[in-house]
């Protein structure tokens, strides 16, 4: 469905998604997202993986498959 439409789009991200999930993510990781709008300011967050946030971390990934 929507899942593999994406994929087809983006087969990068796909790609790295795969990646990271497949070697996973522990304490201590930082995880950051830019967002570039045409004509607008990009906008950047970032966060430390705690120990706290690891399971809803493999949560999203069985959510995402």
Do not use: C, W, Y
């Not at 593999?4 to 990068?12: A, I, L, S, T």
């Not at 999930?21 to 709008?37: D, F, H, L, M, P």
């Not at 990009?42 to 999203?60: G, H, I, S």
């Amino acid at each position: 469905g929507m899942k593999n439409e994406f994929n087809r789009r983006h087969p990068k991200f796909a790609a790295f998604m795969k990646a990271v999930a497949a070697k996973g993510v522990q304490e201590g990781s930082v995880i950051e997202i830019t967002v570039r709008n045409p004509g607008e300011e990009e906008m950047t967050a970032n966060m430390k993986v705690q120990a706290d946030d690891l399971e809803l971390l493999r949560e999203l990934k069985d959510l995402i498959g």
